[in-house]
C-alpha cells in the first residue's frame, strides 16, 4: 500500500508562484509513474502533469512553459513548481502514483486527498 499526503496549496495572486509537494510512504519501492490531477467544481478530473521513475515528462497545454513536474525518488516525493499562475488555475489538486502489483498483471492507482490552490484575479 501507498500513502499519498499534498501540501503547500493556498491563496495566490494571478502571475504568483506556488509549490506542490506530494510525500509518499508505504510500499513507496513499486511506484513508476507519478502525477498531478486537478478538479474544479462542476468539471472533471484532468491531468496537469506526469513523470516517470527515469524524469521523462508530460504536460497538458493548459500548463506547459508555467509549471515544472519533478520527483526526488531519495526523499520519495513528488513537486509541482507553478508559475505564472491564472484564475483558471484554481483547483483541487492531487497527487497520483501508479504502482506495479507484486505477483499479479496489472497495476494500482493511489491518490491524496487533495490541496486547494485559488488564484485570485
Known amino acids: 500500500q501507498v500513502q499519498l499526503v499534498e501540501s503547500g496549496g493556498g491563496l495566490v495572486q494571478a502571475g504568483g508562484s506556488l509549490r506542490l509537494s506530494c510525500a509518499a510512504s508505504?510500499?513507496?519501492?513499486?511506484?513508476?509513474?507519478m502525477g498531478w490531477y486537478r478538479q474544479s467544481p462542476g468539471k472533471e478530473r484532468e491531468l496537469v502533469a506526469t513523470?516517470?521513475?527515469?524524469?521523462?515528462?508530460n504536460y497538458s497545454d493548459s500548463v506547459k512553459g508555467r509549471f515544472t513536474i519533478s520527483r526526488d525518488n531519495a526523499k520519495n516525493t513528488l513537486y509541482l513548481q507553478m508559475n505564472s499562475l491564472k484564475p483558471e488555475d484554481t483547483a483541487v489538486y492531487y497527487c497520483?502514483?501508479?504502482?506495479?502489483?507484486?505477483?499479479?498483471?496489472?497495476?494500482?492507482?493511489?491518490w491524496g486527498q487533495g490541496t486547494q490552490v485559488t488564484v485570485s484575479s
Open positions: 513523470i516517470t521513475t527515469g524524469g521523462i515528462t
Open positions: 497520483n502514483a501508479v504502482c506495479s502489483i507484486f505477483l499479479r498483471p496489472g497495476r494500482n492507482n493511489y
Open positions: 508505504g510500499d513507496t519501492n513499486r511506484i513508476s509513474n
